[in-house]
């Protein structure tokens, strides 16, 4: 079991910058990967960063070259840095933590991103 926590939301103009930050109330080197998540309204959640336990990431294609995902695992800590913002950002952003077993997945209660034009 592990609890994650999301901060840094808000609201930011197109063009701008955000970062969000999840923390883990555990280790979070012992999960196979940790990502974000986003769902804005009226839509499906999705996929935004990936990283694994051995760094590999991987973006949605809305996202490359925008969005940078990291982790501090000394600090239970993922973030998501995020530039050059767009309208269509906008959501709620979700943590999640992937375990080795397809079972163990969490999520944390998610923070807004409203990104204005």
């Known amino acids: 079991q592990v609890q994650l926590v999301e901060s840094g939301g808000g609201l930011v103009q197109a063009g701008g910058s955000l970062s969000v930050s999840c923390a883990a109330s555990?280790?979070?080197?012992?999960?196979?990967?940790m990502g974000w998540y986003r769902q804005a309204p009226g839509k499906q959640r999705e996929l935004v960063a990936r990283?694994?336990?051995?760094?590999?990431?991987n973006y949605a294609d809305s996202v490359k070259g925008r969005f940078t995902i990291s982790r501090d695992n000394a600090k239970n800590m993922v973030y998501l840095r995020m530039n050059s913002l767009k309208p269509e950002d906008t959501g709620v952003y979700y943590c999640?933590?992937?375990?080795?077993?397809?079972?163990?997945?969490?999520w944390g209660q998610g923070t807004q991103v409203t990104v204005s034009s």
């Open positions: 990283i694994t336990n051995i760094d590999s990431t």
């Open positions: 999640n933590a992937n375990g080795w077993s397809p079972l163990l997945e969490y």
């Open positions: 555990r280790s979070i080197s012992s999960f196979r990967a």
